[in-house]
């Protein structure tokens, strides 16, 4: 069975930094894309960023852009999102995904539980 | 960035029911749709994608249907275990954008 495990959601105060981490199980993670989906009551879903299976090419949310950086050790089945610089508005709750295939396509199956981060002073 | 926008927000039936939920796109995506099952504490589901192909393991009363810029899911005959958030979203390119959802409540 094909299991996503996030961690390191808290809370941080705004200019703070977080690390997420997504462990991957149940399949081979070297093979598929994946990305991080956060969840926020005011915006909905939103897609946060994507990385290829060999992590050679990356993508983001222009609301992101500059301020997180998405990143995966293949070897440790793990994917991670460093987030720098964090926003009130980036309270949320976030998905890890995975992918199809190996390309960042945007069919997301499975999603993890999910892993809180709240932004507030 | 592609606008989804779904109609319903919200929508109240009766077991049985036949249930539409439509999306549209702000410009053409094709068929790069998928819908997502979200119930409360628990991960979004996969239900289609590629506008009509139904996931595996999806009970076969949800359909999609549409191309270009409107689609619709279906549900045949709503069950009890179908009250949850539906949400669609494109990728047919960056960034990958979700509509706002729709609330299906059991009457």
């Known amino acids: 069975e094909v299991q996503l495990l996030e961690s390191g959601g808290g809370v941080v105060q705004p200019g703070g930094s977080l690390r997420l981490s997504c462990a991957a199980s149940?399949?081979?993670?070297?093979?598929?894309?994946m990305s991080w989906v956060r969840q926020t009551p005011g915006k909905g879903l939103e897609w946060v960023s994507g990385l290829t299976a060999g992590g050679d090419k990356t993508y983001c949310a222009d609301s992101v852009k500059g301020r997180f950086t998405i990143s995966r050790d293949n070897s440790k089945s793990t994917l991670y999102l460093q987030m720098n610089s964090l926003r009130v508005e980036d309270t949320a709750l976030y998905y890890c995904?995975?992918?199809?295939?190996?390309?960042?396509?945007?069919?997301?199956?499975?999603w993890g539980q999910g892993t809180l981060v709240t932004v507030s002073s | 960035d592609i606008q989804m926008t779904q109609s319903p927000f919200t929508l109240s039936a009766s077991v049985g029911d036949r249930v539409t939920i439509t999306c549209r796109a702000s410009q053409s995506i094709h068929i790069w749709l998928a819908w997502y099952q979200h119930k409360p504490g628990k991960a979004p589901k996969l239900l289609i994608y590629r506008a009509s192909t139904l996931q595996s393991g999806v009970p076969s009363r949800f359909s999609g249907s549409g191309s270009g810029t409107e689609f619709t899911l279906t549900i045949s005959s709503l069950q009890p275990d179908d009250s949850a958030t539906y949400y669609c979203?494109?990728?047919?390119?960056?960034?990958?954008?979700f509509g706002q959802g729709t609330n299906v409540e059991i009457k």
């Open positions: 979203q494109q990728y047919s390119g960056y960034p990958y954008t």
């Open positions: 995904v995975k992918d199809e295939g190996p390309a960042v396509t945007g069919r997301f199956d499975p």
């Open positions: 149940g399949f081979t993670s070297n093979l598929h894309a």
